[in-house]
């Protein structure tokens, strides 16, 4: 079933129409949470809130990128979260679902492809990624994360942090010059990991 | 080349990779990339920090989130048309609120003869003492001109008594303008206490405001209940 008649159903309060989307993004709406919170169990509850506000004001919605749409949800719950946690800086896990013990698996990277050596070296770049992102202010790291990580155009990123295209060029420029300075660090411990599967990705962006 | 590189060369290579740089700039940076190692190297840094960026795991969802009606969490999605009279229901409000704004500030700036007319509480205080203090000025220059107005044709005294005190006061600077012009300056003179400062908004606009903002709100609030409620 094609994604403009479930949102077309779920405007009109088809909750299993609406749940078919919510299958569809959920990894998506998961992954940009979790690296702008970097911490599953906030990214986790930041997605439920994204999608129960989402079907809510599903009304809202009048075509475009329903994706940017529904990320747009997401950032707004994360930013919620951010805002809660300075005021308490420490905050208190809150038990989640009793689905809640899958969450003790890295299910990134269930990639049964890889070697145990492979998946260390995925760690590795994914934490020296990580705190990287969280080192960047919030604004700067939300469209890092919308375009080099979700692979969104200016635009769509534009319409999901509401924010003028010169804003969005020039805050992707200072935060990924900020990711070079910070992964320079880390540049020796990389490129093992790296080589893998960086080559033909450098080769590619450089045509 | 130099090596000195700024931001606007960084925004303008990380436009680059992406292809959202015009055929023109791309054109002039690529012949700076061709004559510039400093600005080369940079790029390279930049397009391999995104290539990283590009390689980074993707967390898949721990669980499933999809929603069950039981939740009392999940509430049904609203009409269109309530965000809409919500909107409508703070702008009316927001308007209300400038126009009690409105109705405190005219009055100070304005003369007194206003007051009796609207009577603002707490406005009507304060333009008492505003005007008076700022025709201060006025009633030294007063003795100054006294004997000027003694001067004057004796018709204007008894003319002067008959518009109250406080605004034939007000006005006397200009009627002395208008003294050579003789008596003639008479006949509006009585007429000019009838004048009132620009008029503060009316009660009626205020209270159509009121209304406008508790009907919106009211209709929003009924909407969304009826919404909830057929959903259940």
Not at chain 2, 21 to 43: C, I, T
């Amino acid at each position: 079933m094609d994604e403009t008649a479930l949102i077309h159903d779920a405007q009109r309060g088809d909750l299993e129409a609406f749940n078919r989307l919510v299958l569809a993004y959920q990894d998506m709406l998961f992954n940009t949470a979790c690296r702008i919170l970097g911490d599953d169990d906030l990214a986790a509850d930041a997605t439920q809130e994204a999608f129960i506000s989402a079907f809510r004001s599903i009304g809202t919605f009048r075509g475009g990128s329903f994706r940017a749409w529904l990320l747009r949800t997401v950032t707004n719950a994360c930013y919620d979260e951010l805002r809660r946690r300075k005021r308490r800086p420490t905050v208190p896990l809150e038990p989640m679902t009793s689905e809640d013990e899958e969450m003790e698996t890295p299910r990134w990277m269930a990639d049964p492809s890889l070697t145990p050596e492979e998946q260390t070296e995925l760690v590795d770049l994914d934490e020296a990624i990580q705190d990287c992102l969280n080192a960047l202010p919030t604004d700067f790291r939300t469209v890092v994360i919308l375009v080099d990580i979700q692979g969104m155009d200016y635009e769509e990123a534009a319409r999901v942090v509401r924010t003028p295209l010169g804003t969005i060029k020039s805050r992707l420029a200072r935060a990924r010059l900020r990711m070079r300075e910070c992964l320079q660090g880390f540049w020796e411990l990389l490129p093992a990991a790296f080589r893998l599967r960086d080559d033909p990705l450098l080769a590619e962006s450089r045509v | 080349m130099n090596n000195k590189m700024t931001f606007r060369d960084v925004e303008k290579l990380s436009a680059y990779l992406d292809g959202q740089l015009s055929r023109a700039d791309a054109a002039r940076l690529e012949s700076r990339l061709a004559s510039d190692p400093g600005l080369r190297a940079v790029m390279d840094d930049l397009r391999r920090t995104r290539a990283v960026l590009r390689a980074a795991p993707k967390r898949r969802a721990p669980r499933n989130f999809t929603l069950r009606a039981e939740s009392r969490r999940v509430r049904p999605p609203l009409p269109r048309l309530v965000p809409a009279l919500r909107f409508a229901s703070v702008v009316a409000s927001l308007l209300l609120v400038f126009t009690f704004a409105t109705n405190f500030v005219v009055p100070l700036s304005a003369s007194r003869s206003a007051q009796p007319l609207y009577g603002m509480g707490g406005g009507g205080d304060v333009t008492d003492t505003g005007p008076m203090a700022l025709e201060a000025p006025a009633a030294t220059e007063e003795p100054y001109t006294a004997p000027a107005a003694t001067g004057e044709p004796e018709m204007a005294a008894p003319a002067e008594p008959a518009p109250t005190e406080d605004s034939a006061r007000t006005q006397e600077p200009a009627a002395k303008n208008l003294a050579p012009q003789g008596t003639q300056g008479l006949t509006p003179a009585p007429s000019l206490p009838e004048t009132s400062p620009p008029p503060p908004i009316p009660a009626a606009w205020q209270v159509g405001l009121l209304a406008a903002a508790v009907v919106l709100a009211t209709l929003a609030f009924l909407l969304r209940w009826l919404t909830d409620r057929r959903w259940r």
